[in-house]
């Protein structure tokens, strides 16, 4: 096993794969940070153009991208509630708020940071687990895909202490948004008004950017002035203390790393389910669960950490059996065919450098653009100044060519108006966006998984009582609803909680 590691080393330290990891790099940084495009945008642009290259120089190329795109996600989350991609929606929670206060260095710092400590513990995590990453794959089928959304539902609808009511309805609403569309199993179009583009569904990264990106800037325009409310410690604000930050929290970067690698190995989950759990999880295990959404820094390590963990996990299912852990994973296995390689079972046989290569210049790609990202951040943290009358019209537009950018429909430019005056509500309102974006995110899988488990049970539900992980799924899922009564009794008693 050592041999193929330092093969995938060697392979990737010759002057034309450093190259192209660098040019993979600097696209994925400028792909991620605008809103709507991420990585599977850059894949999808890129792929014809690697048609002339070997194919380790293609996959050092591409893992530079991937590998880029969470930290450019980052600083547009961060500095302008503005996700680059859906998996960085979670970052603005905590992100965005440090940066009106005038701490946008500090949060940029925690972010490269855990971006790169999570990356590691990433490819640690999946270099030790690729060996036997079939028969984990294996382990989880419908049923257990079915549970793990509740679960995130659960996680997600619990940690919203103090707004337990706004959430469950957010939440709701949520999920009733999610099923607009075409149904996978029974073949009918619901709630569909009759528009061709909803025949899909509410598409994910323009609601995302209306809810956050397009929110902001309406709530910031009403308000006026800039996104920092105290222009004095803007300057000041050290971006080394992010990093401080980052190795104090060390219990967090490892909760989330550990969780990124966990849910990205999980076929078709992605990183928004991964990014979102690891902050809900972190809200779950504060003793100060009430500061988050209002600027702890924790809210920013969790999810960073964990958006950089899946992205190596990501590729246990993809290369494995075919099956892509996320939208990103579906467009590289299309550069895979490309360049000749069938991902399969025979993949881990026949490509075995290949793929260790591409692992380390996943990771390569992700401490590099840390680094820079660390490098950037005080600079860019001066954008927290400008007045918004300048930059609402700016980010608004370049969110509106981002949503069209997608898939290159209009209709996702109304979506994104739309969830944009909807998030602007749930802000006046003080609603919980967390609990809506999960929900939109898990119901269409929910829904797709139950009904496949009830079709191959033929309606006998103790199907969930008789698989080992559903057992386990169903455990945490008790577990987290007791807990809340758990903690209301402690505090009657006047326990320590």
């Known amino acids: ?29 400028f792909f991620g940070a605008i809103p709507g495009l991420g990585g599977a945008t850059a894949l999808a642009l890129l792929t014809p153009l690697t048609y002339g290259l070997d194919s380790f120089t293609a996959l050092a190329l591409a893992g530079g991208v991937m590998g880029a795109v969470p930290m450019g996600g980052s600083i547009s989350a961060i500095l302008l509630n503005a996700p680059g991609s859906a998996p960085s929606a979670a970052t603005c929670l905590d992100g965005h708020p440090l940066a009106q206060q005038g701490k946008a260095g500090l949060a940029l710092g925690a972010a490269a940071s855990a971006n790169a400590i999570g990356g590691i513990i990433g490819t640690v995590s999946v270099l030790a687990i690729l060996p036997i990453a079939k028969d984990l794959v294996l382990l989880f089928g419908p049923p257990e895909l079915f549970l793990l959304a509740v679960l995130g539902l659960i996680v997600v609808s619990t940690a919203s202490r103090g707004k337990m009511l706004r959430g469950l309805i957010a939440g709701v609403f949520g999920l009733m948004i999610s099923f607009i ?9 619901r709630f569909t008004a009759g528009i061709a583009y909803l025949w899909d569904g509410v598409h994910l990264v323009p609601a995302l950017i209306g809810l956050f990106a397009v929110a902001e800037m309406i709530n910031l325009s009403v308000k006026g002035g800039a996104i920092a409310k105290d222009a004095k410690t803007v300057g000041i604000t050290s971006v080394t203390s992010g990093l401080l930050e980052t190795f104090r929290h060390w219990r967090t970067v490892l909760r989330g790393s550990l969780i990124g690698t966990v849910v990205g190995a999980i076929p078709g989950v992605g990183g928004t389910v991964a990014s979102f759990l690891s902050y809900s999880l972190t809200v779950q295990a504060s003793a100060d669960p009430e500061s988050f959404g209002k600027g702890n820094i924790q809210g920013v390590i969790a999810p960073e950490a964990a958006i950089n963990a899946k992205d190596c996990s990501c590729l246990i299912p993809t290369l494995a059996f075919g099956v892509p852990g996320g939208v990103e994973m579906a467009v590289f296995m299309g550069l895979l065919v490309l360049h000749g390689m069938q991902p399969g079972p025979l993949m881990l046989i026949d490509h075995q450098v290949e793929i260790y290569g591409l692992i380390w210049a996943l990771t390569g790609s992700c401490v590099l653009a840390s680094f820079l990202g660390l490098l950037v951040a005080r600079p860019l943290s001066l954008l927290t100044l400008i007045d918004s009358q300048i930059l609402v019209p700016v980010v608004t537009a370049v969110a509106l060519v981002g949503s069209y950018a997608v898939d290159r429909n209009i209709g996702n430019v109304l979506v994104t108006a739309i969830f944009g005056i909807l998030g602007y509500v749930m802000i006046r309102f003080d609603y919980p966006r967390l609990t ?22 033929d309606g006998n539900l103790s199907v969930y009582f008789h698989r080992k992980v559903c057992l386990v799924l169903l455990a945490g899922m008790a577990a987290l609803l007791i807990a809340p009564f758990f903690r209301g009794f402690r505090k009657f008693r006047g326990l320590p909680k």
């Open 436 to 457: 809506m974006v999960v929900a939109l995110v898990l119901g269409a899988a929910a829904e797709r998984n139950f009904h496949q488990t009830t079709m191959m049970s």
């Open 1 to 29: 096993m050592l041999h193929l590691w330092l093969g995938g080393v060697e392979g990737l330290l010759q002057a034309r794969e450093l190259l192209f990891l660098g040019l993979g790099m600097l696209i994925g940084l």
């Open 181 to 189: 569309g075409y149904n996978d199993v029974t073949g009918v179009l």
